[in-house]
């Protein structure tokens, strides 16, 4: 696996003097346009987003050795042993196993908000193109997956109407053509849903990122949408600055808390509503 050299500690400074720089450049109104001698936001997003999991998919190694070493130990005790481990804490094994295999799972980012336009604005900064489809050429209510694949694999996205076909059309090399190729596509279609495969160089040379984008508007909490977040490992929720009166924040609030209840009853990994970030659009 390729590797930056950087440590997770470097990599947490490199993220924090980084965001003290675009706090400056946003407070300013600059954001490195007109400086040639300085990199652009977007930028120091793709360096951070690389270096941290490059750091993640390290620790994750690192975690997945330790925890293969802790589940020989315990199945290489004594009966003795092992029968009062069983009493204390139960079938410790299974869950050492369950564990490990938690860190091992792909990361599933989950986007959401009220305005499409936002959320893949957003996005295609995050990943360092226009990766998520147009939502003006798609139907009300397209749910969009993007799906990273290595360097030399051949990209792919398959269109899913409402009526249930299916389109499967190969992925452009060409940067910037994916969009045109889409449109061109869904002209007299009706989508349902639209799953892209291709590499995004901002995670490395990795399959195992998904990003979700559910479409924005008044129901935020539809069935699909919760059960996409059951698994997932970063959810996303982008409000719309523009609107002052309370009522995105309160459905985000709604959302928190169903999250959390959720989680209680054991149908959701654990969500903690201090720990998220809200990208204001």
Request: charge should be negative.
């Amino acid at each position: 696996m390729a590797t930056s050299g950087k440590s997770s500690g470097e990599v947490r400074g490199n993220k924090m003097r980084t965001d003290r720089t675009i706090s400056k450049e946003l407070e300013s109104g600059s954001t490195s346009v007109d400086d040639e001698d300085e990199p652009l936001i977007s930028e120091h997003v793709l360096n951070d987003m690389k270096d941290i999991f490059i750091a993640d998919n390290e620790a994750k190694e690192k975690l997945l050795e330790i925890y293969g070493q802790v589940i020989q130990m315990v199945n290489e005790l004594p009966k003795e042993l092992s029968t009062l481990l069983s009493k204390l804490y139960g079938d410790v094994s299974s869950k050492l196993e369950m564990n490990a295999k938690l860190f091992s799972e792909k990361c599933k980012l989950v986007v959401a908000g009220e305005s499409n336009s936002g959320m893949n604005s957003v996005i295609n900064t995050v990943l360092g193109s226009e990766t998520l489809p147009n939502p003006h050429v798609l139907s009300p209510g397209t749910i969009c997956c993007v799906h990273t694949v290595p360097f030399d694999v051949e990209g792919y996205f398959v269109i899913q109407m409402i009526n249930g076909s299916k389109e499967r059309h190969s992925y452009p090399k060409m940067p910037g053509a994916f969009q045109g190729l889409l449109s061109d596509k869904m002209k007299g279609n009706m989508s349902q849903r639209i799953e892209t495969y291709c590499h995004l160089p901002v995670f490395g040379n990795t399959d195992s990122v998904t990003i979700v984008s559910h479409p924005g508007g008044d129901n935020i909490l539809p069935k699909e949408f919760m059960e996409s977040v059951d698994d997932a490992s970063i959810l996303i929720y982008v409000v719309n600055s523009a609107c002052s009166d309370g009522i995105q924040e309160n459905k985000l609030m709604q959302m928190c808390k169903q999250l959390q209840s959720d989680a209680r009853a054991d149908n959701l990994n654990s969500f903690d509503p201090k720990l998220h970030d809200v990208f204001m659009q």
